[in-house]
């Protein structure tokens, strides 16, 4: 393999890398939003849809228990609902997609160890051609700082 089909080489699975992190950060993200959201409306249900089932027990506890003894009841009946709702949103499991993008990651590494192997295989060619050897690095310093700023104006965008 010539040096610049390794550099390329090493060029793509560096790309590659970039892109599976950032798919894995991604659904990591998406899924701890839709964690949260869960937990959100827990706490809404918790705060609205038991207020009148609060006052419905209260009432009618009251006669039989007295006030404080069915406020304490209501309470109590409260704190269980929402545990069983906190637990069944921290159940949720991971998405799917976890384990694909994980792979690619994985794929891209291998990609990068070999294509390091290769290019210690050419450091005596390289050494020989110092002018493609710097005009090799030049591009892939410029392919890695394109891809940044691609990533960071995307970031902004969203």
């Known amino acids: 393999m010539r040096t610049d089909e390794t ?3 090493f060029q793509r699975h560096l790309r590659a890398l970039w892109r599976a992190e950032m798919l894995i950060a991604q659904i990591k993200l ?3 939003l839709k964690k949260g959201g869960l937990m959100i409306f827990a706490g809404l249900i918790a705060v609205f ?4 089932l609060n006052f419905a027990a209260y009432r009618a506890l009251t006669p039989l228990w007295g006030e404080v003894w069915a406020l304490v009841a209501v309470a109590l009946g409260d704190f269980v609902i929402a545990g069983i709702l906190i637990a069944i949103a921290a159940r949720s499991s991971d998405t799917p997609e976890i384990p694909l993008a994980e792979e690619l990651r994985d794929q891209a590494i291998a990609g990068l160890e070999l294509d ?12 020989r051609r ?3 050897l710097a005009g090799s690095a ?3 310093l410029a392919s890695i700082v394109t891809a940044i700023l691609r990533a960071r104006r995307e970031n902004r965008d969203d």
Do not use: C, N
């Open 7 to 9: 550099l390329d080489a």
């Open 30 to 32: 998406s899924a701890l």
């Open 49 to 52: 849809g038991l207020a009148t």
């Open 116 to 127: 390091a192997r290769l290019a210690v295989d050419e450091v005596t060619g390289l050494v």
């Open 130 to 132: 110092p002018i493609q």
């Open 138 to 140: 030049s591009a892939i």
